[in-house]
């Protein structure tokens, strides 16, 4: 068995452990649609890949007028993704490989993503990555989402983790400043490949420019492995 040390590995998810954006934005859309009538389209999706739903709200909230609190608008937009979700999610073969992987090797994993726990928790049973993957954040437990540390920083307290043992899979720019931030290492895997020149994925350890279609699990297992 291959000996991976100290490290512990925080995951994003949406993005970099399953394809969930485009259920995302079908039930963003439809929100919208309801709340204003603004069209939204997938070129203004992109533009909040990466942020947390809590954030995403509230700036639609002030910017569109919505009288609906930023509570109920969470709570009507978890719906609607929810039922999308549950009727198919798909995991990234080699994401599902690594987590195999490295749950036989005995590293401590974690989730920590923007989403609300209820959608973590739906996402991670209705793909069967709940049989590796127990450790859950949501940014609606910590102060601050992502650029912000906090969620990968509770997600390491939980582990019993250091940040520096950490290595972070992390789909999007913020979410790259938050590793950086939270003194973690990371691994970038663009969902949005026009993306990977953003400065926040410059410091990455490893970058897959390509996103998904570029990341391995045997890639991600090397870089894993302590300097010697």
């Known amino acids: ?128 990555l709940d049989a590796w993957l127990t450790t859950l954040v949501s940014a609606e437990e910590v102060p601050r989402g992502k650029p912000a540390p906090d969620v990968f920083l509770a997600a390491a307290a939980l582990l019993g983790a250091e940040p520096a043992e950490c290595v972070v899979f992390e789909d999007a720019a913020p979410g790259a400043a938050a590793a950086r931030a939270a003194g973690m290492r990371c691994v970038a895997v663009p969902y949005v490949a026009a993306h990977a020149d953003d400065p926040a994925f410059a410091d990455a350890e490893l970058l897959f420019r390509g996103g998904q279609s570029e990341f391995t699990a045997q890639a991600a297992l090397d870089v894993l492995m302590p300097s010697r």
């Open 1 to 128: 068995m291959r000996d991976f040390g100290n490290t512990s590995v925080i995951f994003d998810l949406d993005g970099t452990l399953v394809d969930s954006e485009p259920n995302y934005y079908e039930a963003s859309r439809a929100l919208l649609a309801e709340y204003t009538g603004r069209e939204y389209t997938w070129a203004d999706n992109e533009q909040y890949v990466g942020i947390s739903s809590h954030e995403t709200l509230a700036r639609w909230r002030r910017e569109y007028g919505i009288d609906a609190s930023v509570a109920e608008l969470i709570a009507d937009l978890d719906r609607r993704y929810l039922e999308l979700a549950r009727a198919g999610t798909h995991v990234y073969p080699q994401m599902r490989k690594l987590v195999e992987r490295l749950h036989e090797a005995g590293v401590p994993m974690a989730v920590a993503s923007g989403s609300s726990r209820a959608a973590i928790e739906a996402i991670l049973a209705g793909t069967g």
